[in-house]
């Protein structure tokens, strides 16, 4: 099915899975179990455990109840890791994930002195940013690269490469490749939105693929 997500934010149809599930809303259709042309319903875009008290859905399913009738629940979208995620524009799931969800929401507050931050706040700032929902790319100069906090993500010819102790790790859907010193990557562009960049320069640890420990 096409619903595995990659650091750009574009859904693929791919047989890898990943660590972590997610949705951007209903964006399927049941009958055909494919994608509607639309590509998120919600500007809340969030990231999911994918076992949570043994809960079962059924992937672009009818996993909603409405008056007792089945209806369309919100689209399972796949990542390889919470690094891939946020890269591509969400944030944790204040219901399945919620230690992690209130961990970047403080650490969002404190980036943005907001005493009372929320969700809806992060949210906001997020659709602006991604690239999957109308962002623009922002270009990284050789010297910046090497001040991106471990869990930021950049693109360069059309290849993602994640940041790890100050090295970068080609991103695919099966997980990393061998770093690659930052000083051979040119012409970079971000792609983690800046809002969770704020958030990994605070502090916040993503859950990486088992591969980054290669």
Same mark, same amino acid.
């Given at each position: 099915?096409?619903?595995?997500?990659?650091?750009?934010?574009?859904?693929?149809?791919?047989?890898?899975?990943?660590?972590?599930?997610?949705?951007?809303?209903?964006?399927?259709?049941?009958?055909?179990?494919?994608?509607?042309?639309?590509?998120? &319903?919600?500007?809340?875009?969030?990231?999911? =455990? @994918? /076992?949570?008290?043994?809960?079962?859905?059924?992937?672009?399913?009818?996993?909603?109840?409405?008056?007792?009738?089945?209806?369309?629940?919100?689209?399972?979208?796949? #990542?390889?890791?919470?690094?891939?995620?946020?890269?591509?524009?969400?944030?944790? @799931? #204040?219901? @399945?994930?919620?230690?992690?969800?209130?961990?970047?929401?403080?650490? #969002?507050? =404190?980036?943005?002195?907001?005493?009372?931050?929320?969700?809806?706040? &992060?949210?906001?700032?997020?659709?602006?940013?991604?690239?999957?929902?109308?962002?623009?790319? $922002?270009?990284?100069? @050789?010297?910046?690269?090497?001040?991106?906090? /471990?869990?930021?993500?950049?693109?360069? /010819?059309?290849?993602?490469?994640?940041?790890?102790?100050?090295?970068?790790?080609?991103?695919?859907?099966?997980?990393?490749?061998?770093?690659?010193?930052? /000083?051979?990557?040119?012409?970079?562009?971000?792609?983690?939105?800046?809002?969770?960049?704020? $958030?990994?320069?605070?502090?916040?640890?993503?859950?990486?693929?088992?591969?980054?420990?290669?």
């Amino acid at each position: 099915m096409q619903n595995r997500v990659d650091p750009f934010g574009a859904i693929h149809a791919v047989p890898e899975r990943g660590l972590f599930t997610g949705n951007r809303g209903i964006i399927h259709d049941p009958d055909t179990k494919t994608l509607l042309r639309k590509r998120w &319903a919600l500007r809340a875009w969030i990231i999911c =455990a @994918c /076992d949570f008290k043994s809960r079962r859905r059924e992937p672009m399913g009818r996993n909603r109840l409405v008056e007792g009738e089945p209806k369309p629940g919100w689209t399972e979208l796949f #990542f390889l890791d919470e690094v891939t995620a946020l890269a591509a524009g969400h944030r944790p @799931c #204040f219901f @399945c994930r919620r230690e992690r969800a209130i961990d970047y929401a403080s650490r #969002f507050g =404190a980036a943005f002195d907001i005493a009372e931050p929320r969700a809806p706040m &992060a949210d906001a700032r997020l659709h602006r940013e991604r690239l999957a929902s109308g962002g623009r790319p $922002v270009p990284l100069a @050789c010297k910046e690269l090497g001040l991106l906090p /471990d869990g930021a993500m950049i693109a360069a /010819d059309g290849q993602a490469f994640a940041i790890r102790q100050g090295r970068g790790l080609p991103w695919s859907f099966g997980g990393y490749g061998a770093p690659v010193a930052l /000083d051979r990557i040119s012409d970079a562009t971000l792609l983690t939105p800046a809002t969770s960049l704020a $958030v990994l320069r605070q502090g916040y640890r993503p859950v990486w693929h088992a591969s980054a420990e290669d």
